[in-house]
């Protein structure tokens, strides 16, 4: 008896049609907005990541040698991955370059409810262009990428880490030596309290306090005019403006706290989230970025996002979202063995014609084989008996009536692609 | 600069769309035979390999542990951990049970042209029947599967372990104390030379090297005749008649050469060539199988096979294939900054009745933004200008033709599904 490895899971074939319909609207999307997938290996060298994330992350991969002793790990996520394919052989592709990924990454921390070791991301890289209509459209593709798998209620979160840059240098700076770091962890984290205790052991002047604060608090363009200058405030002013307007979409909020891994991203940020999730309820992050001078290629502006695949479906789920069923269309069953090659033909025939078809594979007889197609919940039986083959009929049976024709098998395609 | 890992690869666009061709193609084709996807985790415990294969393929894989100090491994191939699945958690599902996989394998091996450290699978394991007709339609459905993503010439090779197991014991396994594993070792390979030089070292009989050479060079019903006995033939020679006469697959091959992995291979094996690809022509491998007995599960008959995922597209390629190409079909000019609100509504509009649309995002002007729409393909090339929108109209450019048109932005989308 062998077991599943700690904090990994298998998936049903019912999980799994739920997740390839998610894949499918979610890329489907995507692609209707110009991006062409790309795929780069599950590992990559180990100091890929630790370029981009510092030292520190190294606890939180799995990783190995290989055969020439060199460290390798399993991607944690596939912004890295990404920019170093396109530095290694994408640069000299026409600009904008619109990028997209689906594929497993691998975090190495303690299992709990909803975090996995083994999950999935898609995401979207834009390379190329920062116009405000650029980013517009790539926020709006986030959001429309998990609308359109249906899930109904989703807000949007805005940020911009260059004002959040410049309140801490105003306000805080000259108190905290070491940087920024201290006081943004905190703020991702959402762990107010113990932000305003720092604030107090380093001896920020109340008003200073206040003043970072507020700022924080900002959640519209005329409380954020009191902290940032107008002409600062322009282009992320316009880009709100393009998704309400333009996109139509109304679930935006101003939202000065988002902090995320400020090793590599800058400007504007977002969140989008699904409420209904609670405290788990981030399903995709994104923003503007550096890394690809980093990764020693030419300076271009980057932007893109993480949608969490496995929370869109958590979210979903919660919603009470139907998903479609992929029932088996047609079950045969040969009465006896002497039908059996003619309903193999009959199976042939069908499958070429596109109609997911099964059929009894044990000889087991009427009863049980129509038991067992029920199970499946096959939405019609096709039964093939001597008798009947002898007029080149079957007995058709709709399982949700449970009534029964005979059909001449010249006119059985034609029957059961108009019902 | 960062590099790939040796034996990997990265999927530009062009390349990745021809892969989800495939996997769209092969994947419905499996759907419609009745089978439902499922998926494991990317590593297992390493015990599940060494289980199943013995401790020689621990230098074949990529292992490390986990933070409990368990040994685990990036999974070599799906059939140990779709059975390990199987016993842990489906074993009370209705029979027969159809499953397959899609997912990415690993091998420790040195890089060579067509084999790489990283690699995808398709396969299906049928669980719970082991009758003619079982068989027979998992033999077709391997094939159909590779058949119906395009590909001409493939040959199925249909062998039996039963036989050959049979005529070991009768010519050879007096002369061979450590059992067949030697010898069946060489015939996998086909290294049928130093066969000989063995069977001269070991001192068989010339009369039974010639009976076990004869029986393995048997290519059809008739010369097996000579080696095994008609009532066991039967079923081998039923499941050939209904891949011949019932699925109408002429090029089937009876092969005693077949001898896989013997350590879990039983009874009927096949593979399946693209001849085209000369040596490394081998696309598919399969048969009768015993894991979930030493799994720790109730004995219960298992079949299944595996689709070689990039040889198959090498032997697309290399028949010169035509693989659908997925360009824009709408490429999007604001002619300045005045029409990039409206533009952007245009597009959104387009792309809601999924036209793959994208827009100018880098405001670089007409000449240079219909340079990069022909760059990227695009069919129709629609230009927003000041005077135009005035009118509520547009102007729409068949990139292919070269003629431009006025359009009402009403009828803007009627016009572009009607085209």
């Known amino acids: 008896m062998f077991n599943l490895p700690r904090g990994t899971r298998d998936f ?3 999980e799994m049609e739920k997740r390839r319909y998610v894949e499918h609207h979610m890329a489907s999307t995507i692609k209707s907005f110009g991006y062409r997938e790309i795929q780069t290996p599950t590992f990559e060298t180990l100091e890929l990541f630790t370029a981009k994330s510092g030292d520190a992350i190294i606890d939180e991969l799995y990783s190995f040698k290989d055969k020439g002793g060199r460290d390798l790990a399993l991607r944690p996520e596939l912004t890295a991955p990404v920019m170093r394919f396109y530095v290694e052989k994408l640069q000299m592709e026409p600009k904008p370059l619109k990028l997209f990924y689906f594929g497993n990454c691998f975090r190495y921390d303690r299992p709990q409810k909803g975090r996995y070791r083994e999950f999935q991301q898609m995401g979207c890289e834009l390379i190329g262009t920062s116009t405000t209509e650029a980013l517009a459209e790539l926020i709006a593709l986030a959001y429309y990428a998990i609308k359109n798998t249906g899930l109904k ?9 260059d004002f959040l840059n410049q309140q801490f240098k105003t306000c805080l700076s000259e108190y905290y030596p070491a940087g920024a770091n201290e006081v943004f962890r905190l703020i991702d984290k959402e762990d107010f309290n113990e932000l305003h205790n720092q604030f107090d052991n380093y001896g920020i002047p109340e008003e200073k306090q206040k003043k970072f604060l507020g700022f924080l608090g900002s959640n519209n363009i005329n409380d954020l005019k009191k902290y940032i200058q107008v002409k600062d405030l322009k282009r992320y002013e316009e880009i709100i403006s393009i998704l309400k307007n333009d996109y139509g979409i109304s679930k935006i909020k101003i939202e000065m706290k988002i902090a995320r891994g400020l090793d590599y991203y800058k400007g504007l ?6 409420p209904i999730l609670g405290a788990e309820k ?5 923003g503007e970025y550096d890394l690809v001078e980093q990764f020693g290629g030419t300076d271009v502006s980057t932007s893109g996002f993480a949608l969490g695949f496995d929370r869109t479906i958590l979210a979903l789920e919660t919603e009470n979202y139907t998903f479609p069923s992929y029932d088996i269309e047609v079950y045969i069953i040969p009465v006896n063995e002497t039908t059996i090659r003619k309903s193999i033909e009959i199976a042939k025939n069908l499958r070429k014609e596109g109609i997911l078809t099964d059929m009894d594979l044990l000889r087991r007889g009427i009863g049980k084989s129509l038991k067992y197609a029920n199970s499946k919940n096959a939405k019609k039986v096709i039964i093939i008996g001597p008798e009947e083959l002898e007029k080149n009929s079957v007995v058709v049976k709709d399982m949700k009536s449970g ?3 005979i059909i001449k098998i010249s006119n059985l395609i034609n029957k059961l692609k108009n019902n």
């Open 282 to 286: 981030q399903l995709c992050g994104g």
């Open 403 to 405: 009534e029964q024709e």
């Open 269 to 274: 940020v977002f969140e989008i989230d699904a």
């Open 12 to 14: 049903t074939p019912e």
């Open 153 to 161: 209620n989703i807000d949007i979160r805005i940020g911009n880490l």
